[in-house]
């Protein structure tokens, strides 16, 4: 089976690569993991490369470029040709096929609640995911919670980070424009940069300023003082993808 991925720098994808290889090795089948940086053409091609019949059935999270682009050709024309295909993660309703996800939403939601539950109010939000269907949504719940408690919505306290972007930079805007006294990190290492700059700026974390992540690797619980993430379960995804994709695989 083909597995496509958009980062292994991103722990959560380490643990699904994790779990879809223990089904597979307990199933007996061998897998082919390929990386597609974030692009579209790097994933188009890795697409195009495994439709030739080097495997029986994909796993795949989309790229940020391919929804960004919603350019979703390749999966479609692999569905036609009756391989079977698993998305996980970062999906797209444009292709019939069985998916995996999380209620993203629900997570942003409720990381954002438990930071207005603690008396938080100036909540800022750093994303370097926002491109994804991913992003979107723990964005829209973090909006959604900012609008229960009647908080006005203020775009400067969402950070959107590109790759070529000075984190340093953009987290001087930031703790300029406002007293915030919470932030809420869509993904682990960058939680953990946050995390260095705002000590170094001399804000006591969490007394001063609160930070939430997401993933729950072991890097955020070296650091001190230890993050609060938000779980992402990709063992149990990568599992569950795999066991999903082989049945297809095996159903006539």
């Given at each position: 089976?083909?597995?496509?991925?958009?980062?292994?720098?991103?722990?959560?994808?380490?643990?699904?690569?994790?779990?879809?290889?223990?089904?597979?090795?307990?199933?007996?089948?061998?897998?082919?993991?390929?990386?597609?940086?974030?692009?579209?053409?790097?994933?188009?091609?890795?697409?195009?490369?495994?439709?030739?019949?080097?495997?029986?059935?994909?796993?795949?999270?989309?790229?940020?470029?391919?929804?960004?682009?919603?350019?979703?050709?390749?999966?479609?024309?692999?569905?036609?040709?009756?391989?079977?295909?698993?998305?996980?993660?970062?999906?797209?309703?444009?292709?019939?096929?069985?998916?995996?996800?999380?209620?993203?939403?629900?997570?942003?939601?409720?990381?954002?609640?438990?930071?207005?539950?603690?008396?938080?109010?100036?909540?800022?939000?750093?994303?370097?995911?926002?491109?994804?269907?991913?992003?979107?949504?723990?964005?829209?719940?973090y909006n959604k919670a900012l609008g229960e408690k009647n908080l006005p919505f203020d775009?400067?306290?969402?950070?959107?980070?590109?790759?070529?972007?000075?984190?340093?930079?953009?987290?001087?805007?930031?703790?300029?424009?406002?007293?915030?006294?919470?932030?809420?990190?869509?993904?682990?290492?960058?939680?953990?940069?946050?995390?260095?700059?705002?000590?170094?700026?001399?804000?006591?974390?969490?007394?001063?300023?609160?930070?939430?992540?997401?993933?729950?690797?072991?890097?955020?619980?070296?650091?001190?003082?230890?993050?609060?993430?938000?779980?992402?379960?990709?063992?149990?995804?990568?599992?569950?993808?795999?066991?999903?994709?082989?049945?297809?695989?095996?159903?006539?």
């Open positions: 089976m083909g597995v496509i991925v958009p980062n292994i720098l991103n722990y959560f994808f380490v643990q699904v690569l994790y779990g879809i290889e223990k089904v597979a090795n307990e199933k007996g089948y061998n897998i082919i993991s390929c990386i597609s940086d974030e692009s579209f053409e790097k994933e188009s091609k890795t697409l195009e490369f495994l439709d030739s019949g080097a495997v029986d059935g994909l796993i795949v999270s989309l790229s940020q470029e391919t929804q960004e682009k919603q350019r979703v050709e390749a999966l479609i024309d692999i569905v036609d040709n009756y391989i079977p295909i698993v998305l996980f993660d970062r999906v797209s309703e444009l292709v019939a096929c069985d998916k995996i996800v999380v209620d993203d939403f629900e997570a942003g939601y409720k990381a954002t609640k438990y930071f207005l539950g603690t008396g938080c109010s100036t909540i800022a939000l750093i994303s370097p995911i926002s491109k994804s269907s991913v992003g979107k949504l723990r964005f829209e719940g775009k400067n306290l969402v950070v959107n980070l590109g790759k070529s972007d000075d984190l340093d930079i953009l987290m001087s805007l930031l703790l300029n424009h406002a007293s915030i006294d919470a932030i809420l990190v869509l993904d682990e290492i960058t939680a953990v940069k946050v995390l260095q700059i705002v000590k170094t700026r001399g804000y006591r974390v969490p007394d001063a300023i609160s930070i939430i992540g997401f993933t729950n690797d072991q890097l955020s619980e070296v650091v001190t003082p230890r993050l609060t993430m938000v779980s992402q379960h990709g063992k149990y995804i990568g599992e569950s993808a795999a066991k999903q994709l082989i049945k297809r695989i095996e159903t006539p």
